[in-house]
């Protein structure tokens, strides 16, 4: 199977890093420039690189062309979030696009669509989606719950690590309804709803989402009926799955110039044969985690019959071998691999946020063998 990026694939490619490039330093290949603001500042993410984003056309991709986007779909918006993973830019291209933007676009109605996405399109606006409760990563049949009322649902239940809540427009909440399960859009300032901040590894903003007899209006159900929670939940394993290829490759083309232009005994770290054989390591890490996501990727947007496999070799291999291998490019930078002004440790601590977001490699594991075993 032939991965290469088409024509239109590869200018999103140049443009997301050109902009990110301008806007969000450092650049993962140049270790000199200045250290990007925080996650953890208010509103919790670069605005000026989103918007920048947004009017560059890069948030309108997937957006359907009588809304203003590009009608481009899983594969394209994979592409843009690999480059937002490879120069660690602390931008809500993952909550807003592959929670937000892709679910609505494939699942709403056209009157959901008209009002949710096109200030999305400009950077105007977050969506995000809360997918995960306690001790469970992706329920299948989620312990929230909703039940008609008089025009409303009254949506009862306790969502966790909730990317960019506090500054979502909308959050997508699966939830069970009437013996199927269904995603709601919840507002997340509406009475009833009860938003806690929580600690990441890398201090993106997360939150705890509490909802006690929130109202949801029926026209906030998305798509209007019950289903598409298993498709949110695919498309927010892919795009977690593509951020950690960008990261990976981030770190390790930082890793490479490093040990390039490093020198001790009067060599470059590079030529040092236990050197290159880490960097090599790291390399074949990177390209697996790269080909599993394509794979998974490209099986999602044609609607492949074994979609679910292949997003969990994916999703395994991002939990399972991604973390040590930011270790590694840690360990060959030395001392200078932790220190808080290099970049180093913003794919590190990314890197353990996404593991953590698609469930942990057991839990991965697990489902791979219950796909086996039937």
Do not use: N
Request: proline residues 7%.
């Amino acid at each position: 199977m032939d991965f290469t990026l088409d024509e239109t694939q590869e200018e999103i490619r140049g443009l997301t890093a050109e902009v990110l490039r301008r806007e969000v330093r450092p650049d993962p290949a140049d270790a000199t420039s200045a250290v990007p603001r925080a996650w953890a500042e208010d509103p919790g993410y670069h605005e000026a690189a989103w918007k920048a984003m947004g009017a560059a056309g890069l948030l309108g991709l997937a957006l359907p062309a009588d809304l203003g986007g590009e009608g481009l779909g899983v594969l394209e918006t994979a592409v843009l979030l690999t480059e937002v993973g490879r120069h660690a830019a602390p931008v809500p291209a993952l909550a807003t696009l592959a929670l937000g933007v892709l679910p609505v676009t494939r699942l709403g109605t056209p009157t959901q669509q008209e009002a949710l996405l096109p200030p999305v399109a400009t950077g105007e606006r977050v969506l995000t989606a809360a997918l995960r409760e306690p001790s469970d990563p992706l329920p299948a049949s989620p312990r929230t719950t909703a039940h008609p009322d008089g025009g409303t649902l009254v949506v009862t239940g306790t969502k966790v690590g909730v990317p960019h809540a506090a500054a979502a427009h909308r959050v997508l909440v699966p939830a069970s309804l009437g013996g199927d399960t269904a995603v709601l859009l919840v507002d997340p300032r509406a009475a009833g709803v009860a938003l806690t901040r929580t600690p990441t590894a890398s201090g993106a903003p997360e939150y705890t989402l509490r909802l006690d007899d929130a109202r949801v209006p029926e026209a906030d159900l998305l798509g209007g009926g019950t289903g598409g929670v298993a498709d949110l939940y695919r498309l927010a394993v892919a795009g977690a799955c593509a951020v950690g290829s960008g990261v990976l490759a981030g770190a390790l083309a930082l890793t490479a110039e490093h040990v390039r232009t490093r020198h001790q005994f009067g060599k470059p770290l590079a030529t040092f044969q236990a050197v290159a054989a880490q960097v090599a390591d790291v390399y074949v890490t990177e390209r697996t985690l790269h080909l599993a996501t394509s794979s998974a990727c490209w099986a999602l947007a044609a609607g492949r019959d074994h979609t679910r496999e292949e997003l969990d070799v994916a999703a395994y291999w991002l939990a399972e071998e991604a973390p040590p291998a930011l270790h590694t490019c840690h360990h060959l930078h030395g001392g200078l691999g932790v220190d808080v002004t290099y970049p180093m440790h913003r794919y590190s601590s990314w890197a353990k946020d996404l593991a953590r977001f698609v469930g942990g490699a057991s839990h991965r594991l697990d489902r791979l063998a219950t796909a086996v075993t039937g």
